[in-house]
């Protein structure tokens, strides 16, 4: 069994794999080393895990994953990865984005992939069909959208997403909302649209913390998969373990 563990830039999210199976995902604001205790008691059977994280890891998380398990990875750039990477700055690639092509390409190895993650930014990642990670656009994301309004001019409200609004707002809390919600879903769908003038074939994922605010409201046909950066992770995994024999 693996435990994979994804530190991102609002919550931690830790997965349980038996083989390419997810037993039990939680999300959670940290992981603490008590926390590992209990899921290392929960499935004694895990003997292999790999870390993902955007930040600076606590050196006794590190210390006793290596301790607890037979087989770590802490995932970085140097990592071996089971796809092609055409990237041009490896080192300043997201290893989220990384694990997220990965994770599609499992699911549709052979095919033309567009990656989509809706999170703190949201990211468009293109894998072609001989399993290679092309590269990428990044945008700020629903939330990053509505605190930059706020706090780049003198005036404008903070204000959350919503389920409903309508296509010319008439107060300026509607006026923003209208803008930043209909602005999103028109990149996407245009980025789609566009990708698909030369790869009319092209799976499309979309993913990440903000996917059901965007799943039910795109014109394109998509593939949403929430858990699609774990399974990269996991893949991984078990790539590196499979290479040591």
Known sequence: MNLVIDIGNTQTKV???????????ICMDSLTLSGLGD???????????????????DP????TLKKDFDFFIEFNHQTPVPIGNLYESKETLGL????????????????????IDAGTAITFDLIDKNNCFLGGNISPGLKMRFKALHE??????VIESAEKW??????????????VQNGMIFEIDGMIDHIRKDWPECQVILTGG?????????????????????????????????KLG
Do not use: C, M
């Open 15 to 25: 997965a349980v794999f038996d083989a390419q199976e997810i037993i039990q995902i």
């Open 39 to 57: 899921l290392k008691h929960s499935y004694p059977g895990i003997n292999k895990a790999i870390l993902s994280s955007v930040a600076d890891v």
């Open 60 to 63: 006794e998380l590190s210390k």
């Open 96 to 115: 989220d984005r990384l694990a997220a092509a990965v994770g599609g390409n499992s699911l549709f190895p052979g095919n033309v992939l567009l990656v």
């Open 152 to 157: 780049f001019t003198k005036k404008l409200p």
């Open 166 to 179: 309508p296509d010319i707002g008439k107060t300026t809390e509607e006026a923003i909302r209208a803008g």
């Open 210 to 242: 903000d996917l059901f605010f965007f799943d039910k409201k795109l014109k394109n046909n998509i593939f949403v998969k929430f858990e699609i950066t774990l399974i990269g992770l996991n893949r991984i995994l078990d790539y590196n373990a499979e």
